[in-house]
């Protein structure tokens, strides 16, 4: 739904003609999108110093981040591989995103992914466990999803997806913030944002790929980052969305921000030299309202 | 040497319970921990088995030099006689721990059968000479620890599942307060970090279970007349140095006898050190203080095994001619297409006579594929594992199970030369699969297989769904080259039930028979 659809809505409802209140559900997202959505992006070599760069223009973290709030900060760290193989979130980056939300006074921190090879090897292949041992404040936890813990949400504005699993702590906390790393992915073209937040599903997860664009999508109603940093620090080009061959790798020294999801997605896939609307899930994640998606309509800032 | 029995017996309680707890910890750490070498020799129980060693050495017709540290004991066993079954082994443990538990029909002292041991010794050994390897269907190790790992600790693992599944769904928060940070602890020290699924569990239970039932019948039933590991022993203790001397002109009180767990003593109050277990209780009871252990006397004669000589005679012959018996069966001449074995597993026949079905490298598997084999390998292949994709996939960069290997059935290999071991070759199923089938977009396979270069890749297809609308969908195919079996795509298919890609034995590195056709012949 874009402005214009808005507009029409409020003036055929003011005119009493339409009582369509379902469409009001959507407000507050379109009011949101009166104001542009701020997309940053920031080149350095300095990983960690890049993620409090990015956020700057953004309102640093203190924006996302209050006081005694419970965090969640989901990374993909989903492939037995190391941080030169792109395959998962740079740890410095997920590190940094750690220590600023400690700093702005997180009372939790979570961090966890589903994993789809062997649990425990992704966590420390993806050399994110020990980055964040490093990091000694009993306010961090990293751990492995318990199985009790998936529950059964209802998608109401689903419209591949009725239901799904998710888990809980991705539900119930104070601020979600998606660190995905940016990459190939071989049926949807790119994993980014939407495509992380898989991470948090239960369940049978390769159903998601029948359609996978809409019900990346759907999943998007529900589980909403407060902010999404994308890592392209390093990017895979091909045989996503695991790789495994550094020749694969290009080196972008790059990270994205944005408190919009969609838009976050969408600039970060300049980067691969596509256009948005090639990317499924961003289409359809704009079309339910949850997000910009095009570039002209974002407010696009180069970080110092 | 004469001291007072209490203490000496004391000791080898220790000792028990000792070994015992050393056997569980590395039961428990055979398992990924954090990095791909496992830091303890987790497989040590079996490579200090003589009886494994002999077999899987006549079996190769080499020296199995993993086994080395069997030596120490034959070693020891040349002193001590068969200390090992009362102070070390963890199945006599466990079976001088729960005896108390067991009813037992009578307290005999008399052996039932024991020279059933070294019939089943020599049959064995000589079976596994001939090409029918059958130790680790008697070894007790192997039937402890196959038990343990296949049905006891999974079903722990349920059990402790459900309980906390049940207190953190519908207890109030005040229990939840204790019982999840005591879930925490024991995940983190004794459960298994995940939840197992077994072929032949309820079997492997059984036989374990077995060996405590028999307990009914007699004390130790089974270390004084199945054992071959005991019967092994028994032969190299004929010839030991330390013998125990049962007293001579004592009165009628047959205390030492009842008291013998293993049935040692006759009569005439001679200790045997074929039975012998130096457990020390004669010592202790023996209200005259009239038995001792000591260095051997002059006068102390070396016991017959009493054994029926045509018997004996018989079941070698047994075991000279039931391997020839093998290569009759249908697959002597096309094994099993589905029956795929660990990487780095020697060629089938070697391999079956070196596995001593001891289960190790099933419970090490991270991704829960490889499973205990029913009889896809034949009889003989019992509990030999295999890699079931369905229920899990092999991990590209893990080579854990050939670590923990006691035999070197599955050769170690280095993770550059796990990752181009070929151990089979998927085929698809283009009825079931999604995008060939139902114009539906998947390739779930595609996305989860791990060699670098992809060994599955998909070509773009315009196809009739069952809407009866052209759809442009991703259809994926198989490199052969380039796929080394591990059956990731196998495992994460997400249809229900049978998988729309299989993994095959086709192609596997170490059978040449099972080359996959290709254009140009390599050789």
């Known amino acids: 739904m874009d402005r214009r659809d808005f507009l029409k809505q409020v003036m055929l409802w003011s005119a009493g003609i339409t009582t369509a209140i379902p469409s009001f559900q959507i407000v507050p997202e379109l009011l949101a ?139 119930e906390a104070d601020t979600y913030i998606n660190v995905p790393v940016a990459k190939h992915h071989s049926l949807s073209r790119l994993t980014l944002g939407l495509k992380n937040s898989m991470g948090v599903l239960g369940g049978n997860r390769g159903q998601m790929h029948h359609n996978l664009g809409q019900k990346l999508a759907d999943l998007a109603t529900v589980v909403r980052p407060k902010l999404t940093v994308i890592d392209a620090t390093r990017i895979l080009l091909r045989n996503g969305p695991q790789g495994g061959d550094t020749d694969d790798v290009k080196v972008l020294d790059t990270i994205v921000a944005s408190a919009d999801p969609v838009a976050c997605d969408a600039y970060a896939t300049t980067l691969f030299d596509l256009q948005p609307e090639e990317i499924d899930s961003t289409v359809a994640a704009y079309k339910l309202g949850l997000g910009e998606m095009d570039l002209a309509r974002m407010q696009i800032i180069q970080a110092a | 040497m004469k001291k007072k029995g209490v203490a000496l017996r004391l000791w080898r309680r220790l000792s028990q319970v000792f070994c015992f707890i050393l056997f569980l910890f590395l039961f428990i750490k055979t398992d990924y921990s954090g990095a791909n070498d496992l830091p303890y020799a987790v497989n040590i129980l079996f490579r200090i088995d003589p009886f494994l060693a002999a077999s899987a050495s006549l079996a190769t017709k080499t020296l199995v030099t993993l086994m080395w540290p069997s030596l120490i004991f034959i070693g020891l066993t040349f002193f001590l006689g068969r200390f090992f079954c009362g102070w070390i082994c963890p199945m006599g443990a466990l079976l001088d721990s729960t005896h108390g538990l067991i009813p037992h029909v009578h307290e005999g002292y008399k052996t039932r059968h024991e020279s059933l041991k070294y019939y089943l010794l ?8 001939f090409g029918l390897p059958a130790a680790g269907y008697f070894d007790p190790f192997s039937i402890l620890v196959r038990g343990l790992a296949i049905a006891i600790y999974p079903a722990l693992n349920v059990l402790a599942t459900s309980f906390f599944t049940f207190t953190y769904q519908q207890m109030p928060a005040w ?69 125990g001397k049962g007293g001579t002109k004592c009165g009628k009180c047959r205390n030492c006898m009842s008291v013998c767990r293993m049935g040692a003593i006759d009569e005439e109050r001679t200790i045997s050190p074929l039975d012998c277990n130096l457990c020390m209780d004669c010592v202790d009871m023996c209200p005259g203080n009239k038995i001792s252990f000591s260095l051997q006397q002059k006068d102390v004669a070396r016991p017959a095994f009493r054994l029926s000589r045509r018997t004996f005679v018989s079941s070698l012959a047994a075991g000279a001619a039931l391997p020839f018996f093998l290569d009759t069966r249908t697959m002597a001449k096309r094994p099993d297409p589905f029956l795929v074995r660990p990487p780095g597993a020697l060629p089938e026949s070697e391999f079956l006579s070196r596995c001593v079905r001891c289960g190790e490298c099933m419970k090490v598997c991270i991704g829960n594929g490889l499973q205990p084999t029913f009889l896809s390998a034949g009889l003989e292949g019992i509990f030999s594992p295999r890699l079931q994709a369905r229920s899990g996939y092999c991990e590209f960069n893990c080579t854990l199970c050939g670590q923990v290997c006691p035999t070197g059935a599955l050769t170690e290999l280095t993770l550059k030369q796990k990752h181009i071991t070929k151990i089979g070759n998927v085929f698809f199923d283009k009825n079931r699969c999604l995008p060939y089938a139902k114009g539906i977009p998947c390739i779930v396979c595609e996305e989860h297989c791990p060699t670098p270069d992809k060994a599955i890749l998909f070509r773009e297809a315009q196809v009739l769904n069952s809407k009866g609308d052209t759809v442009l969908v991703k259809q994926p195919y198989l490199i052969d080259e380039r796929c080394i079996g591990c059956g990731i795509c196998e495992a994460k298919c997400p249809l229900p039930g049978k998988s729309a890609v299989r993994l095959t034995s086709g192609g596997e590195k170490r059978n040449p028979q099972n080359a996959l056709p290709t254009q140009t012949l390599l050789y």
């Open chain 1, 33 to 171: 999108m009166e104001k542009p959505s701020t997309v940053v992006h920031t080149k350095g070599k300095d990983y960690y110093a890049l993620v409090a760069r990015v956020l700057e223009p953004l309102g640093t973290i203190s924006k996302f981040v209050k006081t005694g709030d419970q965090v969640v900060i989901k990374p993909n760290m989903a492939w037995d591989r190391n941080p030169a193989q792109a395959a998962n979130t740079h740890p410095q980056v997920v590190k940094a995103l750690v220590e600023l939300s400690l700093d702005a006074g997180a009372n939790k921190i979570m961090v966890f992914d589903r994993t789809c090879n062997e649990e425990r090897r992704c966590y420390v292949n993806s050399g994110i466990q020990d980055a964040l041992k490093t990091v000694k404040n009993k306010r961090l936890k990293i751990y492995h999803p318990d199985t009790r813990k998936f529950v059964p949400v209802d998608i109401k504005q689903g419209k591949a997806v009725r239901r799904l699993e998710i888990y809980k702590d991705a539900l």
């Open chain 2, 122 to 129: 020599g049959f064995l050994l000589i079976a596994a000479f």
């Open chain 2, 175 to 243: 229990i939840n307060m204790v019982t999840e940070p005591l879930y925490g602890f024991l995940k983190a020290t004794i459960l298994p970090f995940r939840q197992n699924h077994y072929e032949l569990a309820f079997i492997s239970l059984f036989l374990l279970l077995t060996i405590f039932i028999l307990e009914r019948l007699e004390r130790r039933f089974f270390c004084r007349n199945i054992c071959p590991v005991g019967a092994f022993y028994a032969i190299v203790a004929r010839f030991s140095l330390m013998r």
